[in-house]
């Protein structure tokens, strides 16, 4: 199996006309719902999943790569237009990009984006063409212990690490786990949490719970708090860049690609902490840190990278170990699901055309996305202007349509506004939404490889730790949930001494799994914060 | 007696308050400048920001205007805020700014323009840009 | 006042504990009435999961009850086309959802056409547009498309309901 002729063969799957077309129908997709208020990837591709059943996977997997890419273009756009980052991993863009903008510099703050988001997405996506098999081979070597625990530091993390309260996050993370039970027990074939109803035998259909929680909750919670005041876009030609921005710029746009793609490859890594990183770092290497906070072009160069390399980095584990970091991925995970094809590392030989031709997508979306935004940044704003009403009714009349069309089922829809009101609430009371899809997709799967385990050992709990990876797993897991408690400790002991620059630094060498996940707790916790707040201004 | 006129920051726009300074000069009337947004878009580039308004605000005071200026945000459209400002105020006239359109473009799109030209009780003055 | 809406808003989060507990007693309720034949090869059983989701539910119901009597609160969820200043639009989001329930009830009776027409401009509606013909004549053509879209593109024959015949 050598990596060249399968990704070559991976462009030659990619490239024949009716699959480029869906590459192009994503990239245009994912950078209009990445313009657009309310519409993210996740909900897009979750809106599409249905609509898809009836294309070959290969074709639909190379559209959910483009919009998986171009939902970040677009939001670069927004955030440096309009200063309203719609994602968590665009607040940084905004800063330094609508001062930009504000300084009459929108043109080469969206070049700068764009090409940074295009050489972070080339090189994160080689990085992942180069690692992913390489995962793989550590991975097939693993047995179910290993994977358990593994499962288990994914939930966890997601759930304890992301979102601003531990408690919260268990508690959507319970409800998603509650939710994957419904059903037959794949063991035994009993019903459980059906309540005698035969339509629930069969489960919640994944895509339901999905739209179910992104797009309708989503509607309904934007459409109890329509923002009333028009904001005004700052007018934009076509971007460019001179000399001395390209000079300015280079050097960002790599050590952001460094710091985003480990970043995405770590369970609970995402693309917020690596953007905020490189915020940090382009602020302390500049020669003009003056211009930090009225519009340096480095501050927007380097997070953008960050951003993209890091959801070339998220497809890492999810290709080789079927392990979803954000809910983009998780939402694709669950569309493997659906289309029979088995998630993990066996992934890679079982479907390897497909695998490498989404690879190769990824590559031919990335030059797209460049293509296209260029010339036509003016246009995507234009897109702004779309009455709410239309958009929101919209997002709605599309859920139902999608959820509907699984099973022709009325049910389903019941089910739909269920879990909508389920969404609408978490959102209302700041309950994060990712643990439950986690909770959900990789619930059954959990507990399938707990039985496997158990089931080899004889019911031996000890089996459980019987492989050394599994012990390391359990390790970081203790860590990472202890963490609040060490960190208070830590700071106790060494009182005001040194801030944040050592620890900072230890972020930047991160692809071990141990020190990467523990030092990023300790960023969230000092740095995050920081970013949220500039952001909203 | 209050002229009202219905502005937008486009040439149309410019070309209404142009009119209406020299309307409101001709009869040393009061002048009401409506810039309205339905608020119903992300972004309505027909609601005036901050410095535009400034500028139409000192150009005004420069020309020695008595002048109100409104940027109702209500969830009506146009027509509706300036036919609104116009009866409240008893207006003498409402001044505004037309656009060249096809009319397929017009079968669309409706128009602000047409629905104050029909539903006003007070004259109407309509400039080209 | 502000003591009285701030219990307010404190009770209405304790809500989300509530319903947090409740599932988990379901979960719990339900994995009892299971029955397990003891095998080999099945040491753990179905039935132990439930019992750990249950308990995770009814321990986060617990802890968030606390959190909250002590003043803790969720945070809502923010948004670039969000503005968390006013209160929840109630008078938006019951016709929305009314809208919804009408396609639910129609959609097998009346048919996709009928019922998702129905849908979008009830939503529009609801979010405020006023432009009833124009909104009517883009939800009719928005239901028809996918209608057809769907059975000639996808091969799904989306109900058609009481315009059985004519479509």
């Keep these: 199996m050598d990596v060249w002729s399968s990704l070559m063969d991976g462009f030659a799957t990619a490239l024949t006309p009716m699959n480029f077309l869906y590459a192009v129908i994503g990239v245009i997709l994912g950078t209009a719902v990445g313009v657009l208020p309310g519409l993210g990837p996740a909900m897009t591709v979750a809106l599409l999943l249905p609509v898809t059943y009836a294309l070959e996977p290969t074709s639909a997997f190379i559209m959910f790569a483009g919009i998986y890419y171009g939902g970040m273009y677009g939001g670069s756009t927004t955030s440096i237009l309009l200063n309203t980052p719609g994602e968590s991993s665009s607040v940084v863009t905004a800063i330094e990009g609508n001062k930009m903008a504000k300084a009459g510099r929108a043109a080469q703050a969206l070049a700068t984006a764009a090409i940074g988001s295009f050489v972070a997405g080339t090189i994160g996506t080689t990085l992942l063409a180069v690692c992913a098999p390489i995962v793989v081979k550590f991975a097939v070597s693993l047995g179910s212990p290993s994977y358990f625990a593994i499962m288990m530091l994914a939930l966890l993390a997601v759930t304890a690490v992301l979102g601003s309260s531990r408690l919260r996050g268990f508690a959507s993370l319970g409800l998603g786990l509650a939710i994957g039970l419904v059903g037959l027990d794949s063991v035994t074939g009993q019903r459980r949490l059906t309540f005698g109803q035969p339509l629930l035998s069969d489960g919640l259909d994944i895509v339901v719970v999905a739209v179910a929680i992104f797009a309708v909750g989503e509607a309904l919670w934007v459409a109890a708090h329509l923002r009333r005041t028009p904001l005004h876009i700052i007018p934009v030609g076509r971007p460019w860049m001179g000399k001395q921005d390209w000079k300015r710029s280079w050097k960002p746009w790599l050590r952001g690609t460094a710091f985003g793609f480990p970043f995405g490859a770590l369970p609970a890594g995402g693309a917020e902490i690596p953007t905020f990183l490189s915020y940090v770092t382009e602020k302390r290497l500049s020669k003009h840190p003056e211009e930090f906070g009225k519009g340096a072009i480095e501050g927007v160069a380097g997070p953008e990278a960050a951003n993209n390399a890091a959801a070339a980095g998220t497809l890492t584990p999810m290709l080789a170990l079927g392990l979803p970091t954000n809910a983009t991925a998780a939402v694709m995970l669950a569309a493997f699901t659906s289309y029979g094809i088995q998630p993990g590392p066996q992934l890679f030989t079982s479907e390897g055309p497909l695998v490498w031709a989404l690879i190769a997508s990824l590559f031919i979306g990335n030059l797209l996305l460049l293509i296209i935004n260029l010339p036509l940044a003016p246009v995507w704003a234009k897109l702004l202007q779309l009455p709410r009403p239309y958009l929101y009714a919209g997002i709605l009349f599309f859920a139902t349509l999608g959820a509907y069309s699984v099973n022709l089922q009325a049910f389903d829809l019941v089910i739909l506004l269920v879990l909508g009101a389920l969404g609408f609430m978490m959102r209302r009371f700041g309950l994060p939404v990712l643990p439950l899809i986690l909770g959900v997709i990789l619930g059954p799967r959990l507990e399938g490889q707990l039985r496997k385990t158990l089931q080899l050992s004889a019911g031996d709990p000890a089996g459980l730790w019987s492989e050394p990876i599994a012990v390391v797993i359990y390790i970081i897991i203790g860590i990472i949930l202890l963490w609040p408690l060490l960190f208070k400790l830590f700071r106790r002991n060494r009182a005001a001494a040194a801030p944040a620059g050592p620890q900072l630094k230890s972020g930047s060498s991160a692809p071990n799994e141990a020190g990467g996940s523990v030092s990023h707790a300790s960023h969230r916790a000092s740095g995050g914060d920081g970013g949220d707040g500039d952001g909203d201004g | ?129 | 006042m502000s003591s009285l809406t701030t219990g307010l808003k404190g009770r209405a989060e304790l809500g989300v504990a509530l319903l947090l507990g409740a599932a988990g007693a379901l979960v719990l309720w339900d994995a009892i009435g299971l029955v397990t034949p003891y095998s080999k090869s099945d040491p753990v059983g179905p039935k132990t999961v439930p019992y750990i989701v249950g308990a995770l539910l009814i321990i986060c119901a617990v802890l968030l009850a606390i959190n909250v009597l002590r003043g803790g609160k969720g945070e809502a969820e923010g948004g670039e086309d969000v503005e968390l200043g006013h209160p929840a639009d109630w008078k938006t989001v019951l016709p929305l959802a009314g809208a919804f329930v009408l396609n639910i009830l129609l959609i097998d009776w009346a048919g996709w056409v009928i019922s998702g027409t129905v849908l979008f401009w009830g939503s529009v509606l609801a979010l405020g547009s006023r432009h009833y013909v124009r909104d009517g004549i883009i939800s009719v053509a928005l239901s028809l498309l996918t209608f057809y879209g769907f059975y000639l593109g996808l091969g799904i024959a989306l109900p058609a309901g009481l315009l059985e015949g004519v479509l």
């Design chain 2, 1 to 129: 007696m209050t002229i009202v006129v219905g502005y937008v920051p486009t040439p149309e726009g410019e070309a209404a308050l142009t009119q209406a300074i020299a309307e409101a000069r001709k009869s040393n009337t009061k002048l009401l400048v409506i810039n309205s947004s339905k608020g119903d878009a992300l972004v309505d580039n027909r609601y005036a920001q901050e410095p535009e308004i400034q500028t139409v605000e000192d150009r005004l005071a420069t020309e020695g205007i008595d002048h109100v200026i409104k940027q109702p945000v209500r969830g009506h459209d146009a027509a509706a805020e300036v036919l609104d400002a116009a009866e409240e105020h008893n207006a003498e006239m409402i001044v505004i700014g037309l656009r060249r359109r096809t009319p397929v473009g017009k079968l669309i799109l409706g128009s602000v323009s047409q629905r104050i030209l029909l539903e006003a009780d007070c004259p109407v003055l309509a400039v080209k840009a």
